[in-house]
T-cell receptor, first 113, second 112 residues
Framework: DGGITQSPKYLFRKEGQNVTLSCEQN?????MYWYRQDPGQGLRLIYY???????QKGDIAEGYSVSREKKESFPLTVTSAQKNPTAFYLC????????????FGPGTRLTVT | GNSVTQMEGPVTLSEEAFLTINCTYT??????LFWYVQYPGEGLQLLLK?????DKGSNKGFEATYRKETTSFHLEKGSVQVSDSAVYFC???????????FGSGTQLTVLP
């Protein structure tokens, strides 16, 4: 089955630690995205990548970093510089091109204490 | 810039009631419009889409029509079920933006 996997589903970290969230897709999509969702709110774009070895900042990139070394993988690192990292993180992918729908993974809920 | 405004929730309905969730948008150019659904603790699933004016997207009994004159994309279902309880997001992408712009979401609860 084609799809997007995110791991782990739940993640707990101590304040001051960096943490990396995994996102893998086997849909052969060129574009991948990371969103953050806070309770009762919509999704906000963190980073996106249209092609391997290239990525751009979204609306709330501060305190986050990404890499895109392989087409199928787009890991997100939440650094200690992120002031309020506790949130639900969603990865998505789409066919290259401006107006195509995005397909989402199941999400990772990160709790930092 | 692009923006999406959704009907404030939460919305509570009885089973078999008629559902409307309003969505209006502001966008440059000619956006594609989407409705996504999110069940508790899960990611978003694409429910339906429309890519040009007057297109009607439909899926699982849900419908929405792309109205360019009123910049709207309201979601409707004639008879809701308990299993439709979820959060619904309206979203758009325009050719220049390369990213989805989401509304804030509408929580729907359907009671038996």
């Amino acid at each position: 089955d084609g799809g997007i996997t995110q791991s782990p589903k739940y993640l707990f970290r101590k304040e001051g630690q960096n943490v990396t969230l995994s996102c893998e897709q086997n849909l052969n999509h060129d574009a991948m995205y990371w969103y953050r969702q806070d309770p009762g709110q919509g999704l906000r774009l963190i980073y996106y990548s249209q092609i391997v070895n290239d990525f751009q900042k979204g609306d709330i990139a501060e305190g986050y970093s990404v890499s895109r070394e392989k087409k199928e993988s787009f890991p997100l690192t939440v650094t200690s510089a992120q002031k309020n990292p506790t949130a639900f993180y969603l990865c998505a992918s789409s066919i290259q091109g401006g107006k195509n729908e995005q397909y989402f993974g199941p999400g990772t809920r990160l709790t930092v204490t | 810039g692009n923006s999406v405004t959704q009907m404030e929730g939460p919305v509570t309905l009885s089973e078999e009631a008629f559902l409307t969730i309003n969505c209006t948008y502001t966008a440059t150019g000619y956006p594609s419009l989407f409705w996504y659904v999110q069940y508790p603790g899960e990611g978003l699933q694409l429910l339906l889409k429309a890519t040009k004016a007057d297109d009607k997207g439909s899926n699982k009994g849900f419908e929405a029509t792309y109205r360019k004159e009123t910049t709207s994309f309201h979601l409707e279902k004639g008879s809701v079920q308990v299993s439709d309880s979820a959060v619904y997001f309206c979203a758009l992408v325009s050719g220049s933006a390369r990213q989805l712009t989401f509304g804030s979401g509408t929580q729907l609860t359907v009671l038996p």
